[in-house]
């Protein structure tokens, strides 16, 4: 019962994740809206206030929320800063103008208003005193014109908007009733917008020989030219000897041969020492720096498990699984086996040692120059570890940005990115159908969705080779990669892809035959066929357009073939519009009349616009609501263009 | 980082009202299905239940939750008890099947399990530990099965049903993870499925002469006898004579006119008095009694707001707004004055002693036998405030109806139902067109909206003549009846409706001439081209058709043409379905084709049904998705067909 002047209702706050629970995800620059039903007892007018401060800051920033229609109401912040923003909605009773519209209506009626004139002096002393100087003075002179002999000179001060603006620079918010505090956390743009290039440091030019992080710096020229913007490394630490895999994961490998780098730590030292066939940790700083310098940034892989080599094995035995048999599990999935790591114990007793390990070994990276990780089967670890650790190293470090490699089911997904992941990979490997491919999409680039997950959507990773490129060969490369780049800000591809190396372990498994993921590889980057220049393309297209670089700008209209998708990213101030084309038969030429939507465009019927298919910088002239388009799979399988209206 | 075991995710619980910031609410009897998201990292199989209690019993009850599909659960217990029930679920790992379906693989896969035996045997110690005699040393003896010398022993104890079913007995819950709680309000059927008679039990058989509760008598005989449930009377308590208001609601009152009921309380007494005319609280009781005897249950208004001379103004003066002129503000919508009514302040310092008041009017009227509530403008009152006062009155008294007189803004009409209020007046009066009303009769009748709100929809109130009845007459009166009477399973009128009174105090006005507000009525109640028989067949179809029973049964299907409205009402189990036409134009005869859903109603196409229309008890053989219907506004404006199956 108490407080009883905070009687408004706030509710409906809009955007919020699952109520409040998590923070929405934005980017620094974005317009932050804000909307909720704001509404009281009674006919009093109300102001509402848009209260925000980042996380750590005392002070509440805020905007005035206007009314929109039907109870609802809007305002909006720019996210300035790449930090967790709190926000939460003050509402209060406007007294003043509560009085002012009934007296108007008073008057409007020749009633006598000079008992209201009275309280309307009330409020005007009441404002007064809070005030101070001439603000003060001017409140009360008005407040004396209330209650003078002359009403008609009465009623026209208290009309005058100079008195309103008096009494909204004086207002009184005691009994404001504040919504409870959401939050957005705003990431750096590329946490949006990038292009994600995966390759093997240990993979050089020479077969056979480990690459060092001085090699592999011909692979960040190369990516660099190819106009990727983050170069993601599969672990880079010591490898186990205990139970090493072989070339094609055979159980037992030959002398020599390296074995998965997910068999993590060795007697050099585990989750924060480099492989010595690599280098030092002091040529993983200038590898970085050098990808710095050619714009590119750095992603290591977070994978929190063990080789039964690892230190933590020695150091902390309770940090894993054991059988009454005395051994320490290895990672199985039944009947798979993977005797070459351990996986970690999250369930003992105190798990604060361990959470705390775990922050400090991304704190060792993050103090060498990383600002991203993907991180390993997050789903196999408790979601509230997660939770934690973002937050925790988010607090330090605004700018880090967490990729989510969990391929499971999807609710689990979906909740790895509400409890923080920045990024998430998708099902988009396994949507290679019309219909499910704009349904995914869709979902996932629009609210709620969109509110707290970022796809990432990789037509390749080391682990799957999708039948659709085992079976397309280079057109379906070339399709899946327009698909990928131009569906979501988000892409990326592991190296290989530009080569269209396409061909599995066996018919019918997504693995790769000679998985790199257990032997060196050497590449001719220059093989006949290549798609070196077609990425370029691709990934010159997207800097150049913005509706590319965001994320929830997806719209798929109506065309007429079925193997045909026709979708287009348009910016919010229709300022950038970019239709594709992408065939799906990657066999035959296909031909599709495709929608589009003129009016929403500000195109009438009869008005030319110019199509400009920008990887043939071949231009069309379209006109009205349905264009055409020929997909020739030895030429173009996917086409995108820029709409522009004429000159 | 505490209980790093509680790491099952449960989300999207379902039904919930704002995410459990609210009620849901439901009827003693229902069987309540729970649904939630419920899953964990890893690959471990989990269990959950479905935990309830009465709000005041401290003993969880519990329900097992089944699988449902996608990380789906789902659950349901039996709504037995007229109370307010707290819900939540527990999920845990079941760590026995867990261990099983890994080892079974691993055993489809000849592998070694020795070790695997191992740790099941540990698990089953473990268990045994938390057993006690026959149990306990079932589970030894498993566990020994488990360790000796034949592996295929072994093998074939691990998978004995007995053992699963010992396990399930013993499960472990100490790390189980909660969700938080939910309420479900469990109202009497009386809350859903009611027909309401609004009269004036001032108003007898004797011109001008003010009626007692003994004379009222007779009105309870001629509801229960059209089969009403409720009857609902306007205030009963003295009229003050401050600028009492007179007949048409003029300013000053003629010596001897009555005054409105709404402007409570006299010389006589306030919120707990009889009005002295009407007879003694004895006499209160009487009626009350007599109600009951023919099935019927009194319904009171409670309009917080006072008359001049109520004792709360001289006892309570803190209770009302005081002008700076000394004068206590009476209730106004500017220009509007409504000089006999002072509002109530609610905004003042304490509120406590003023809300405890409210709570024992309430609770006097209780104590004499009323069970239902008619909320004068509760739109106008702190939603706070009324959350409390339900919230109190329903902890000691469950089965006490509150219905909301709130014809406001929808947010403030919802959340009013949110905060409690079992029943709420809605637009349908003001719903007048196909189209409006499907849209508005399935917002409402539908989640989420259907999960809080219960709407009681009334054709006219004294309030509230629509231009419906005063154009469309007699035919219009029997439309808009069966529309209330079949569109919700809570419906009402005012009396006189029988009579199709229709003469508004103006053009274009929807207040009565001669509202009985402001005199005392005397009707002739068998006058020509009464509706009495027509509203008895309506309300005897209602108690013999449990579709039309429920609030959440209802269904458009299209009709061929626009004036004719085609609904069904059909009960889950499928075992009544109802059909209503209606034909929105009074003034010629409509003829429609109808929509029937025969597939989902297990009909072949081919296959003839009977549609027994009940009003007139005619019966038509209809076969096939289509049927017509014909509605002549001066034989019938609207039909409720009974569908069966042919015997």
Redesign the interface.
């Known amino acids: 019962?108490k407080d009883?002047?905070k009687?408004i209702?706030i509710?409906a706050v809009s955007p919020t994740v699952?109520?409040g629970?998590y923070p929405v995800k934005r980017e620094v620059g974005d317009l932050f809206e804000v909307q909720a039903?704001i509404?009281k007892?009674?006919?009093d007018h109300l102001l509402a206030f848009l209260k925000f401060r980042p996380w750590n800051a005392d002070a509440w920033q805020e905007t005035p929320m206007r009314y929109v229609d039907?109870?609802r109401w809007g305002g909006a912040f720019r996210l300035a800063e790449n930090t967790r923003y709190v926000f939460t909605i003050e509402a209060v009773t406007d007294v003043f103008r509560s009085w002012l519209?009934?007296f108007d209506?008073?008057v409007?009626?020749d009633?006598d208003v000079?008992?209201d004139l009275?309280?309307g002096?009330?409020h005007l002393r009441a404002a007064a005193g809070r005030a101070s100087g001439g603000v003060r003075q001017s409140l009360e002179r008005y407040a004396a014109r209330f209650t003078a002999a002359d009403q008609a000179a009465a009623v026209a001060a208290a009309r005058e908007p100079a008195l309103a603006a008096l009494m909204d620079g004086t207002l009184d918010r005691t009994d404001a009733t504040w919504a409870r505090e959401f939050e957005v956390v705003v990431d750096r743009e590329r946490a949006r917008f990038a292009a994600w290039y995966e390759f093997f440091p240990r993979s050089g030019q020479t077969p056979g020989k480990h690459a060092t992080f001085r090699d592999a710096e011909f692979q960040l020229r190369r990516a660099a030219a190819m106009g990727f913007d983050v170069v993601y490394l599969p672990p880079i630490h010591p490898i186990g000897r205990a139970h090493r895999k072989g070339r094609n994961n055979a159980l037992v490998a030959k002398p020599g041969e390296p074995g998965s780098p997910w068999a993590i730590g060795g007697p050099e030292g585990g989750h924060t020492a480099v492989h010595p066939d690599l280098g030092t940790i002091e040529d993983f700083d200038r590898f970085v720096e050098t990808a710095r310098s050619l714009g590119l940034e750095v992603a290591l892989d977070f994978a929190i498990q063990c080789s039964p080599d690892h230190p933590y094995v020695r150091e902390h035995p309770e940090w894993f699984f054991h059988?009454?048999?005395g051994?320490i599990k290895y990672a199985?999935?039944?009947?798979k086996k993977y005797q070459d790591v351990y996986p970690v114990n999250?369930?003992?007793?105190d798990?604060?040692p361990l959470?705390k390990e775990m922050r400090r070994i991304l704190d060792f990276w993050i103090a060498h120059g990383v600002r991203a990780f993907r991180v390993d089967n997050p789903?196999?670890?408790?979601?509230?570890?997660w939770e934690?650790l973002v937050r925790e190293i988010q607090n330090e470090h605004p700018d880090i940005v967490f990729l989510a490699e969990a391929f499971t089911?999807?609710?689990?997904m979906k909740?790895l990115a509400k409890a923080g992941f920045s990024q998430s990979y998708t099902y988009f490997t396994w949507r290679n159908e019309k219909r499910e491919l704009a349904e995914y999409l869709t979902e996932i680039t629009t609210p709620p969705v969109s509110d707290h997950f970022r796809g990432n959507l990789w037509p390749n990773t080391p682990d799957i080779l999708h039948e659709t490129l085992q079976l397309g060969g280079h057109p379906a490369f070339k399709m899946r990669l327009v698909l990928a780049a131009t569906l979501s800000s988000l892409y990326g591809i592991y190296s290989g892809y530009e080569l269209c190396e396409n061909v599995p372990r066996e018919p019918g498994s997504e693995e790769y035959l000679d998985s790199e993921k257990y032997e060196i590889k050497a590449r001719d980057w220059n093989a006949p066929g290549n798609l070196v220049g077609f990425i370029t393309r691709v990934n010159t297209i997207r800097r150049a357009h913005p509706a590319l670089q965001r994320m929830t700008t997806l719209e798929f209209f109506p065309s007429t073939d079925d193997a045909v998708v026709w979708y287009a990213k348009i910016t919010p101030e229709r300022d950038d519009v970019v239709f594709v084309a992408a065939s799906l038969d990657v066999t035959r030429t296909r031909e599709s009349l495709v929608d589009v939507p003129i009016d929403r465009l500000g195109l009438r019927a009869d008005e030319p616009y110019v199509m400009h298919e920008l990887l043939s910088d071949q231009t069309w002239e379209w006109r009205g609501p349905r264009g055409y388009v020929k997909l020739d799979p030895a030429v173009d399988p996917a086409q995108i263009f820029h709409l522009r209206r004429r000159a």
């Open positions: 019962m009883p002047k009687s209702v509710e699952d109520g629970r039903d509404f007892e009674g006919h039907n109870d519209a009934d209506k008073r409007g009626a009633q000079r008992s009275l309280e002096a009330q059988r009454p048999d051994t199985e999935n039944p009947p999250f369930y003992g007793s798990p604060e959470w789903h196999t670890k408790p979601v509230r570890f934690w089911r999807p609710k689990m909740v």
